[in-house]
């Protein structure tokens, strides 16, 4: 009996690896699809000055519009992007999306604000990526100041020459750089002084407790010295309540981005919010202020 139960469990085991497979391949196959007949869509998250209460930058964010499943999220899909070896596809497209939108805000009079996109570590190892950022800047008329490039302390780690680098050449184009989720990887607070990055995005994960007891608060004040102390810029990413933003202000990181101030917008709203401010975001940074 024993044995024929193991014999079941080894059965279920390839099948459970055969449906994955099967959904693994459809899932590919979709992603494919998904180029040809436009299904990415970038949504913009407000980042907002809470000492001035308005928005002064913006992240753009992907979303893929699967055709029976709705709309996803980058993270359930962009790893098998990457190990489809299409991440440089996507990445342009975010690109050139981005730099459409801001053409288009540019000539309708729109007051603009710097554009940050997600570069993913698989993109930086490519040769082509300072010459396909310029030209697209350039073919759209963008000037370099409008776009920042948020890269994860992984490609920070590497710590080579080659790194060095491509992040000095993005530079010296005139891009800025964000080390996004920073504090999660393996920090090294050797590259930040290697490396031209200009802002520190303090993670979700720190800022979740920062208003509580435990050592977050902690953290996020050291975070935020250090940051001050090296003349970097500072965003808060995640931040939800009112009480996580009064914590943060006192200690000096004014611009935050969180579900308390807007989710990630579409187009449309997000250019409403450029034009108009945010709906609330006067009285809600006057409270917290
Ligand atoms: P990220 O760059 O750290 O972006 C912030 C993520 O946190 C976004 O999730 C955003 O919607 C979410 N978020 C913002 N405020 C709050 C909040 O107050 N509470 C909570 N719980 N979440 C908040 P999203 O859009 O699902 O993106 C997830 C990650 O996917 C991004 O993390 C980024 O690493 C990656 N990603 C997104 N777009 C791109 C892209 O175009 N290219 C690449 N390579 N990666 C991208
Ligand atoms: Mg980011
Ligand atoms: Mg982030
Ligand atoms: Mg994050």
């Not at 080894?10 to 449906?19: D, F, L, P």
């Not at 299904?39 to 928005?55: E, I, S, T």
């Not at 030209?135 to 890269?151: F, K, N, Q």
Request: charged residues 25%; proline residues 3%; hydrophobic residues 45%.
């Amino acid at each position: 009996l024993r044995r024929r139960g193991e014999n079941d469990a080894i059965q279920c085991y390839t099948e459970q690896m055969k449906v994955d497979a099967l959904a693994r391949l459809s899932m590919e196959s979709a992603l494919r699809k998904a180029f040809e007949g436009d299904q990415f869509a970038l949504v913009y998250q407000p980042k907002v000055d809470a000492d001035r209460g308005c928005v002064v930058g913006g992240e753009a964010l992907v979303r893929w519009h699967h055709p029976t499943e709705g709309v996803v999220g980058p993270a359930a899909f962009i790893p098998l992007i990457e190990e489809m070896g299409l991440i440089g596809q996507l990445g342009q497209w975010v690109l050139t999306r981005a730099c459409e939108d801001i053409a288009r805000w540019c000539r309708d009079g729109v007051p603009l604000v710097p554009i940050a996109v997600n570069l993913s570590a698989l993109q930086f190892g490519r040769q082509d990526l300072h010459e396909s950022i310029r030209d697209t800047l350039a073919a759209h008329g963008v000037a370099p100041e409008m776009i920042e490039l948020e890269v994860t302390e992984s490609i920070l780690m590497r710590d080579t020459r080659a790194t060095a680098e491509v992040l000095e050449g993005l530079h010296g184009l005139g891009l800025s750089l964000a080390v996004d989720d920073f504090g999660t990887g393996y920090s090294s607070l050797a590259y930040l002084k290697r490396f031209a990055v200009d802002t520190l995005k303090i993670d979700r994960s720190f800022v979740q407790d920062c208003a509580g007891t435990g050592q977050d608060p902690a953290i996020v004040r050291a975070i935020i010295a250090m940051a001050q102390s090296l003349g970097m810029a500072l965003v808060a990413e995640g931040v939800e309540t009112e009480a996580q933003a009064r914590v943060l202000q006192a200690h000096g990181c004014a611009v935050m981005q969180g579900y308390l101030f807007a989710r990630p917008l579409a187009e449309a709203d997000f250019r409403a919010a450029l034009c108009d401010g945010l709906p609330g975001a006067d009285r809600l940074c006057a409270r917290v202020g």
